[in-house]
Nanobody, 119 residues
């Protein structure tokens, strides 16, 4: 089993910054992807950014140039640095970890952290 604990959400004015952290614990396979998703009220959950165990990253178009995802493999922790925040970034942000054992994919979620950007 894997547990994910998020921290760092909060209320910020437009143009401000926040940094989210997600610490993973438990039995984590060496090949994995950690990422951040978000879900705004009335909308589907969407991928914000992901980073694999090799360091390759991908971002949603809406956050490119503003958000940076990084990870510390020694601490099994992933970070999301969010700059130039906009009101449309307001959502619950969820940490996600996927790892594989053979053909099996295992998928874990954090409890979510609220990010609110005021205009």
């Amino acid at each position: 089993q894997v547990q994910l604990v998020e921290s760092g959400g909060g209320l910020v004015q437009a143009g401000g910054s926040l940094r989210l952290s997600c610490a993973a614990s438990g039995s984590i396979f060496s090949i994995n992807v950690m990422g951040w998703y978000r879900q705004a009220p009335g909308k589907q959950r969407e991928l914000v950014a992901g980073i694999n165990s090799g360091g390759s990253v991908n971002y949603a178009d809406s956050v490119k140039g503003r958000f940076t995802i990084s990870r510390d493999n020694a601490k099994n922790t992933v970070y999301l640095q969010m700059n130039s925040l906009k009101p449309e970034d307001t959502a619950v942000y969820y940490c996600n970890l996927k790892h594989w054992y053979g053909a099996h994919e295992y998928d874990y979620w954090g409890q979510g952290t609220q990010v609110t950007v005021s205009s």
